[in-house]
Every structure is written in C-alpha cells, then in structure tokens.
C-alpha cells in the first residue's frame, strides 16, 4: 500500500501542531473548572475568554455571542428546535433547503411531528437554492430560515448574503450551518445578516467534540442542555477547556490562513478535477463549477458503484467518501445528489475527495492514475456498462 | 466490515464476464438500491452447467456473492444449481454485515433467473423454479 493518502478533510481533519501543542497544558497543568472560584480555575476560564474572542473574530461576531457546544450536529439542533420552539407563538413555519445536512434536516422532521410546518427549498443542478424561490416561500407565519453556508457532500457555496438580506428585510431570523465553511470561506455576520451560525471544530485543523452556536445578541434562545449556568445559562455542562481552546487556536489559524490557503486548494482542486474529467470518460463533476469550497471535488463515475470504488481505492492507501447507499447502509442514495436530479444508478457512483493544505500535486496524480484503473475494472465487471457499450 | 473471503472475491472474482450465446441469461436487481446483477449459463445436452460467467453493478458484497455463486453452480446440474439457496452463499463467504445479506438474496435470484431463460429457450419446465421477480426489494418482503 504505499504512503496514506488522505482526501477526507470534509469528514474530519488532523489536528494541527499549534493546535495540538495549545491545548495539551489544560489536560494535566490547567486542568480547573473554570466555573470555580479559586485563582487556579482562573487561568482555564481567561484561556476560554481567549478562545472565545478568536472564534468571534473569524466571523466578525462579538465574543459574548459564541456559545461553545460539542459540535455541529448539537449547534444545528439547537437553532432550530430553539428558534422554533421560542417562536411558536408567533408562527410554526420554517424554511430550509434539500440539501441541508441531517443535523438540520432531521431537527426539521422533528419539528414537523410537532405540529410544525417546514418548506424544504429545492436547489438546481449544481445545488445553488434560488433567492426567488425563498421569498416566494416566506409566509406570515414563518420564524426561521435555515440554509448552509456550503454543502458538505458537493461543495456548492450558497448566496448567503442574499439569504440573510431577504430574511432580514422580513424579519425572520437566519441561520446557517457554516460546518463545511467556518474558517474556508470568509464570513460575516453583520455584512451577510445572519442571526445563527454553526460551526465545528475539527474541520478546521482543530479537535473534535467542540463546535459553536454563534446567536445574536438580540436573538433568545432557550437552552437545548439544562443543568447549569455555563455560557450565560443557555448551554449546561462543565466547560470542554482543552477543546476550545483548541477551537480558538484553529480558528485564529484559519483565519490568518485563509487566503493563501484557499488559493492553494484551488489550484490543486481544479488541477483534481480537470484531470479526472479530461481522463475518465463518462464522469461528471457535481455541484457548482466556480462557488464551491476550495478543498471539495465530487465525482459521479458512470456505471459503477461508490462502495467498490471506495474499498479498492482503501486499497492503495487512498481515503476517500461515498454518497453512494451501501456506504451508509440505507438503500437510498444520498439525498443531496438526488436533489440535484441525479438519476439513482449515476448518484450511486460518486466519489468525494476533499483536500486539506498539506496535498500535493504528486498525491493527486497517484490518486488519477488508482482511479482510472479502479473506474476501468469496475466497468469491465459492470452490466450497465456492457449494456451502454452493445448500444453505442 | 467483509469477511477474508468477501474481500478474496471482490479483488478476484471468479467467472467474472460474459458467454458468447449462454443457454441462459438472467439480470436482477435495480439501479434504485444500487445493485444489479448478471449470470451467463453454458448448459450441455446432459443439462450439466459446463460454465458461468456474471457482471455485477454494486457494492463489495454484490461482487464477492456473484463470484461466489458463480462457484456454486459451475459443474453442476440445474437441478443442483437451484438448490444453491443465499444462505449457502453467505456461507461459503464466511457470513455477510446484516445491512449486506440482500446481496445474497440477489446472487440466489440471478441463478434463478438465468435458469429460467435457459427452461424457457429450451421449452422446459425446471421443477421447483419460479419465475424470479426482477425487483429485490420485493424478494426482501417475502
């Protein structure tokens, strides 16, 4: 198997060494709960003060505004169960989008079997919703809309500007899921008007189990944890120290790098795509051409499957994801590619490689080459393709 | 996640390709759940499977439950093939994931399927075969 080669950064990335190295003393040196009173537990809770004035500043948020949580999925299920639930006097109707990942999409089924009512907004082939369709979508009685900042599977970055500035101009409260986008693309709350905004730590460089609820200051939110007055009593639990630590330290990271970052993703993204698309015959690039994040490149490879595709990839030491069903164990594929309009058999063939800023341009090539022979052998095996060649 | 075997026959499948004019020819499945499957019979006049050959589009246990089947009806009469039920293939495989054994079902149907194309080109009927049903989810109801 040679060396690993790891294009899996949407799922998780590695911690980096200034991350690692920042937060190790709060395991074993400043280890106090920071809710003491004693001057030791003083030390954790100005090292979270620091954590939390860096994870605001990422997004042009003030620090009073950042609420530490265990990660993505508990900041998406906070906004919306909290927003709606606050808000049910007002209205039960929420917006949202196909593509949404499931920490949203299922807090929205959640919602529904409580008497809620959710519009679920189509997207088009390259998974962009339509800022048209939202306002067409806005009714009296509507609290929240909730729309990604960029999606997890195809890349595709959403108008979120325009979305917070429709929401707004309506006064319905705005969040969005930032998970894939926090720290990749830039991102302003005040600018793009949004009143929520999720985000993980360990998709940027940091550790995982740590993520943020950003909430406006004027937004009120009941607590989705009860049992204690951690984070201005509307998030329970005693304080994960070196975990956000290690979030403010990426998120101070993230920020100083972006740009250079982003631009070298780019490059080695679209060298990715331009190769595979030019050397693959029948493949497609799914999501958006030009607004996609900078490390994503997604794949449909005609007449084969994800999972084989994904195990004899595994093989050569290459770690990449699936949309496909058997990845997941449903029998469904994902319900992003479908809602692109994707037919089943291609939304079956997908392939996910997502970079991180240590690629190189020689793990690419390797990975073109193990995919042009993998792509080969599974059509020689495939009866779609022996099907699709007899007819042409 | 896969048995030692489930992964032997996923990198070396066995049987794998097609037959020029097979006595029968079966295809399973549906694009929808993502596997499809294709078994080519070569019967001789004593009704012995002289040879088989299958295509699969699917997962890592689509492939090694085709090849595997494969196996199990190569040499033997059709009336041995149709004994070769999915429990035997997962089996021989060493035991399937749970979320993997609708595999199995479909490799035991694509038999079936072939066999049928081959009683029907012979005018004959096999004693025991059903019609297969094209559609595994429905396999998977009864």
């Known amino acids: 198997m040679g060396e690993r080669i790891y294009l899996d950064n949407a799922a998780t990335t590695k911690v980096s060494e200034e991350v690692l ?83 949203v999409l299922h807090t929205c089924e959640y919602l529904e079997k409580r008497g809620y009512e959710v519009t679920y907004l189509d997207v088009d082939g390259e998974g962009m919703i339509s800022p048209a369709a939202l306002e067409k979508a806005i009714r009296p009685d509507t609290v929240l809309i909730s729309v990604m900042a960029a999606n997890n599977e195809i890349g595709t970055i959403q108008p979120v500007a325009k ?56 937004v009120r939110l009941q607590p989705l944890i009860h049992g204690g007055a951690q984070e201005r009593g509307r998030r329970a639990g005693t304080l994960n120290v070196p975990g956000i630590v290690g979030f403010g330290t990426a998120a101070a990271l993230a920020g100083e790098t972006m740009q250079e970052r982003a631009a070298r993703e780019t490059a080695l993204r679209d060298y990715l795509i331009d190769r595979v698309l030019a050397e693959i015959p029948y493949t497609r690039l799914n999501g958006h051409r030009q607004e996609r994040l900078s490390n994503n490149a997604h794949f449909c490879f005609r007449f084969i499957e994800g999972e084989s595709l994904l195990i004899l990839l595994d093989q050569r030491g290459i770690c990449g994801s699936s949309g496909s069903a058997c990845t997941s164990g449903a029998l469904d594929p994902s319900h992003v590619l479908l809602a692109i309009g994707l037919p089943h058999e291609i939304a079956h063939g997908s392939l996910r490689l997502t970079l991180s800023a240590e690629n190189t341009r020689e793990e690419l090539d390797r990975t073109v080459e193990a995919l042009k022979e993998i792509v080969g052998r599974l059509r020689d095996m495939s009866p779609l393709y022996e099907d699709f060649v007899r007819k042409a | ?134 559609d595994i989810d429905e396999i998977a109801e009864v």
């Open chain 2, 1 to 134: 996640m896969y048995s030692e075997k489930v992964m032997d026959h996923f990198n070396n499948p066995r049987n794998m390709g097609e037959i020029e004019n097979p006595s029968g020819v079966g295809t399973v499945g549906n694009a929808k759940c993502g596997d499809i499957m294709r078994m080519y019979l070569d019967v001789d006049e004593a009704g012995v499977i002289r040879d088989v050959k299958f295509k699969t589009f699917g997962c890592g246990a689509a492939v090694a439950t085709s090849s595997m089947a494969t196996e199990l009806v190569k040499g033997k009469t059709v009336q041995e093939a149709l004994q070769v039920t999915n429990k035997a293939v997962m089996e021989a495989l060493d035991g399937l994931p749970p979320v993997k054994v609708h595999c199995s079902l479909l490799a035991e149907e694509a038999i079936h399927a072939a066999l049928w194309d081959y009683a029907k080109k012979q005018g004959i009927t096999i004693e025991g075969l059903k019609e297969p049903v094209a």
């Open chain 1, 21 to 103: 190295q920042e937060m190790l003393p709060y395991f074993r040196e400043t280890y106090a709960n920071p809710s003491a009173i004693y001057s030791f537990a003083g030390e954790a809770k100005k090292a979270v003060g620091i954590a939390r004035e860096r994870a605001a500043a990422l997004i042009g948020a003030k620090p009073n505004e950042i609420y530490f949580t265990a990660g993505g999925s508990e900041s998406d299920n906070w906004a919306v169960r909290a927003v709606a639930e606050g808000l049910s006097d007002k209205g039960r109707h929420i917006i949202t989008s196909k593509i949404e990942h499931h920490a």
């Open chain 1, 163 to 218: 979305i917070g500035e429709i929401a707004h101009a309506r006064g319905i409260f705005f969040h969005t899921d930032a998970v894939q986008a926090y720290g990749h693309v830039p991102l302003n709350v005040g600018e793009m008007h949004i009143d929520l905004l999720s985000a993980s730590g360990h998709k940027l460089y940091g550790p995982k189990g740590v993520g943020i609820l950003y909430i406006r200051e004027n």
